[in-house]
């Protein structure tokens, strides 16, 4: 879930625990009950799904940025948990994606995806991802492919972070 104009100032205390619940403690509850399942099956992944708001961000999403952020921290802790058990867990980090949350969004703002600084175009730095294409790399995180890849970040933000 998104959190827009909202600074550490204005965040009530049950807003910022609502955006980290959904954001950030989901993860952790989900890994809790799977984990046992996966280490029973001799070993698999877990992919964490974060932001680019991990590593680059803006005014007013300080709840959801510091969600992010901690998903990112919890699968770097979880990989040298659950080595042992042959358990890989990475995290993906898009940028903006074609969701109804992005779209609430510029409504919310009145202005186009574009006016918003998201560049039309399939090769655009910056642009839109699909969510098929992101569903793509998480398929290939799960995938025998990745099995070198953990306590990583797989950065899918089609070039902005190339930017800051």
Known sequence: VGAFNLSVESTSIMEWE??????LTSLLLMSKYA??????AGG???????????FATSQGVSPYA?????????TRTMALDRAVDRIGVVCIIPGATDTPMLRQHAERENKSLEELGFPPGD?????????????D????????GASFITGSAIIADGGI???F
């Open 18 to 23: 609502r955006i980290l619940r959904i954001n």
């Open 35 to 40: 984990l046992p399942l996966i280490r029973a």
């Open 44 to 54: 698999g992944a877990i992919v964490n799904v974060s932001s680019i708001h991990a």
């Open 66 to 74: 510091a969600a992010k952020g901690g998903v990112l921290a919890l």
């Open 123 to 135: 090769f655009a730095i910056g642009r839109i991802a699909q969510p098929e294409e992101l569903a």
């Open 137 to 144: 790399i998480i398929a290939f995180a799960l995938s025998r």
């Open 161 to 163: 972070l190339a930017k």
